[in-house]
Every structure is written in structure tokens, then in C-alpha cells.
């Protein structure tokens, strides 16, 4: 007689991008190591999101981070899949009830990466060069290192921007450093970019995992595989991003760094143009990331002022 194939023990929601994919085995292969559980025990489910189906305007015009998001988190409520795998910076900062973020995956190179045929940096690009890029944070710094810069709307998959590169629709592009070397790309890049010139987008180079706020099942089974550094430290970077209301429609940046049980955090706003910017900082207890990041939000709302995200 023969035996039924055993039901997945967990079922892992996730975008159909290569980077999403590799993001979403990653984690598989962290749980079987844990708990040295078989691959059967796991399925991922592919779900396509408005964010992958709307690819000819930039996402702050149609909705924000949530077009990556909200049908994964439907899936999820319907009861469809057990967890959703996701970059940390595409998140959201308020979630839909009933859902929480339960782990996150150590950290990868949090910095944006340069990529160009025709220049080692932004620096050296010919005058009124062409930048592709589709994150406002991105743009926005561009244009405040060089004003003369014409900065594209630049939609699609890793693949798609690198072969538009390629083919000379643009001179140069950036992307995070982090997602290139989890798709084995690390090659392609013409030059890093140091956080002390370019701050990285909130949550960049970190993966979240999102489950159902009841399911302390996947909770335990997810803690074998949680870092908590790296949670503490997006406590503050989510914290400084929810005080600002910041989404894909706001150009701002934020990183949050760990030494022993301190931390330090920075942050930027910028208005859409580069015309104008104001950067602060905090340090304290790592205990109090949330308050620490809370309050540099608030000090930067201030200075910035009520109109100052208006373009």
C-alpha cells in the first residue's frame, strides 16, 4: 500500500521576480537547516502583485510600497499560504490587522550599488547625462550631487534595467547592492556607494518575513531563523520612516546601525529635486530604537515643514 505524500508544512508566499524567488528560497533553505526538515515540507507559491502588473509609471502616482504587498497579504488572510517573504524596504510601515512582521533574515550589503559603461561614478558622468531609476530616493540624490543630470523613469525587474543599460537607454542606474549579489550579479556592479554619500532606502538589504498575528506555530518555527540584530535595527529605521508617513511617494533615507548594545541612526529628507535636504541622528540604547528612530522623524517633519514632500 502506498503512503500519501505528506501536505507542505509550510507554505511561503512571494512575488514572481527572480530577486523575490531567490528571497523566498533563501528562507526555505534556512528553515530546513534549522529543523532538518525535507524540501517536500515546504511550498512556494508565486503571487502576482499590482505592483509587478503596473510597469509603465512610477509607483508613487498609482499607490505606493503596497502595490508590492497588499495581495500577498490577501492570500495570507484568506489562509492561501502561511507566510510571505518580503525586501524589507517594500513594506509598508502600517501593516493590515491581524497581520505582523515575525522574523527578518541577517542583513546583506545595505548600500546602493552604481552601474554604468561609461563612468566609474556619479561623479564622472557626462554633463546632462541620462540616469534610469524608479525610487524618488535615488532621483532625488542624484540630482542634489548633479542638478545637471537628467533622471528617467526607470521600471522593471533587475533583468529588464540591466539589459536597458545594455542597449544605451540610459548611461547609468543604480540598484541595492544586495539584491544583485542574491541574484549572483555582483559582477555587473561599477561601483558601491557609501552610505555617507548616498543613505540607503529604510529596510534596504534586509528580508522580512509577514505571517498571521495568531499563527504561533510558523512564530516558533520562524525564530530559529530570526536575527534580531537586524530587527532591531529596522526598529528604528520603520519607526523614523511611519513618523515621516514616508512611502514611494516621499524621497527619504534611513539606516540604523548596531555597536554592543548601543545604536546609532541617520536620516535624510529630501525634496523630489535634490533642491533641498535636511539630515539628522540619534544615538542611545538599542532598547530604545523605536523612540530613538520615532524622534528623528519628528525633528526632520519639523524642519521640513508641512509642504516640504510637495514638488
Request: glycine share 8%.
Given at each position: 500500500?502506498?503512503?500519501?505524500?505528506?501536505?507542505?508544512?509550510?507554505?511561503?508566499?512571494t512575488r514572481g521576480s527572480a530577486l523575490a524567488l531567490a528571497q523566498a528560497h533563501e528562507t526555505r533553505d534556512r528553515l530546513i537547516a534549522a529543523h532538518g526538515l525535507p524540501?517536500?515540507?515546504?511550498?512556494?507559491?508565486?503571487?502576482?502583485?499590482?505592483?509587478?502588473?503596473?510597469?509603465?509609471?512610477?509607483?508613487?502616482?498609482?499607490?505606493?510600497?503596497?502595490?508590492?504587498?497588499?495581495?500577498?497579504?490577501?492570500?495570507?488572510?484568506?489562509?492561501?499560504?502561511?507566510?510571505?517573504?518580503?525586501?524589507?524596504?517594500?513594506?509598508?510601515?502600517?501593516?493590515?490587522?491581524?497581520?505582523?512582521?515575525?522574523?527578518?533574515?541577517?542583513?546583506?550589503?545595505?548600500?546602493?550599488?552604481?552601474?554604468?559603461?561609461?563612468?566609474?561614478?556619479?561623479?564622472?558622468?557626462?554633463?546632462?547625462?541620462?540616469?534610469?531609476?524608479?525610487?524618488?530616493?535615488?532621483?532625488?540624490?542624484?540630482?542634489?550631487?548633479?542638478?545637471?543630470?537628467?533622471?528617467?523613469?526607470?521600471?522593471?525587474?533587475?533583468?529588464?534595467?540591466?539589459?536597458?543599460?545594455?542597449?544605451?537607454?540610459?548611461?547609468?542606474?543604480?540598484?541595492?547592492?544586495?539584491?544583485?549579489?542574491r541574484l549572483g550579479l555582483g559582477d555587473v556592479i561599477t561601483s558601491v556607494i557609501e552610505p555617507a554619500e548616498f543613505l540607503p532606502a529604510v529596510g534596504q538589504g534586509a528580508?522580512?518575513?509577514?505571517?498571521?498575528?495568531?499563527?504561533?506555530?510558523?512564530?516558533?518555527?520562524?525564530?530559529?531563523?530570526?536575527?534580531?540584530?537586524?530587527?532591531?535595527?529596522?526598529?528604528?529605521?520603520?519607526?523614523?520612516?511611519?513618523?515621516?508617513?514616508?512611502?514611494?511617494?516621499?524621497?527619504?533615507?534611513?539606516?540604523?546601525?548596531?555597536?554592543?548594545?548601543?545604536?546609532?541612526?541617520?536620516?535624510?529628507?529630501?525634496?523630489?529635486?535634490?533642491?533641498?535636504?535636511?539630515?539628522?541622528?540619534?544615538?542611545?540604547?538599542?532598547?530604545?530604537?523605536?523612540?530613538?528612530?520615532?524622534?528623528?522623524?519628528?525633528?526632520?517633519?519639523?524642519?521640513?515643514?508641512?509642504?516640504?514632500?510637495?514638488?
Open positions: 500500500m502506498q503512503t500519501k505524500p505528506s501536505a507542505p508544512q509550510l507554505r511561503i508566499g524540501e517536500s515540507a515546504f511550498e512556494i507559491i508565486v503571487i502576482k502583485t499590482s505592483g509587478d502588473q503596473i510597469q509603465d509609471r512610477p509607483l508613487s502616482e498609482v499607490g505606493g510600497k503596497g502595490l508590492f504587498t497588499k495581495e500577498i497579504e490577501q492570500a495570507m488572510m484568506d489562509g492561501d499560504i502561511d507566510i510571505a517573504v518580503h525586501s524589507a524596504k517594500d513594506m509598508p510601515t502600517v501593516l493590515p490587522e491581524g497581520l505582523e512582521l515575525i522574523a527578518f533574515l541577517p542583513r546583506e550589503d545595505v548600500r546602493d550599488a552604481f552601474l554604468s559603461p561609461k563612468a566609474k561614478r556619479i561623479q564622472d558622468l557626462p554633463q546632462n547625462a541620462v540616469v534610469g531609476s524608479s525610487s524618488l530616493r535615488r532621483q532625488a540624490m542624484i540630482k542634489r550631487l548633479r542638478p545637471d543630470i537628467d533622471v528617467v523613469m526607470y521600471r522593471g525587474n533587475v533583468q529588464t534595467r540591466l539589459k536597458k543599460l545594455t542597449d544605451g537607454v540610459v548611461d547609468a542606474t543604480l540598484l541595492a547592492t544586495a539584491g544583485l549579489r528580508i522580512c518575513i509577514e505571517a498571521r498575528a495568531d499563527d504561533t506555530a510558523t512564530r516558533d518555527l520562524l525564530a530559529a531563523i530570526h536575527h534580531h540584530e537586524t530587527e532591531t535595527c529596522l526598529m528604528a529605521e520603520r519607526a523614523f520612516l511611519a513618523e515621516l508617513d514616508g512611502s514611494c511617494r516621499t524621497p527619504i533615507g534611513g539606516l540604523a546601525k548596531l555597536d554592543g548594545d548601543r545604536i546609532r541612526l541617520d536620516g535624510l529628507i529630501l525634496r523630489p529635486d535634490g533642491s533641498e535636504a535636511h539630515e539628522t541622528f540619534r544615538e542611545g540604547p538599542a532598547s530604545e530604537a523605536a523612540v530613538l528612530g520615532q524622534d528623528a522623524g519628528a525633528e526632520l517633519k519639523r524642519r521640513g515643514g508641512p509642504d516640504f514632500f510637495r514638488d
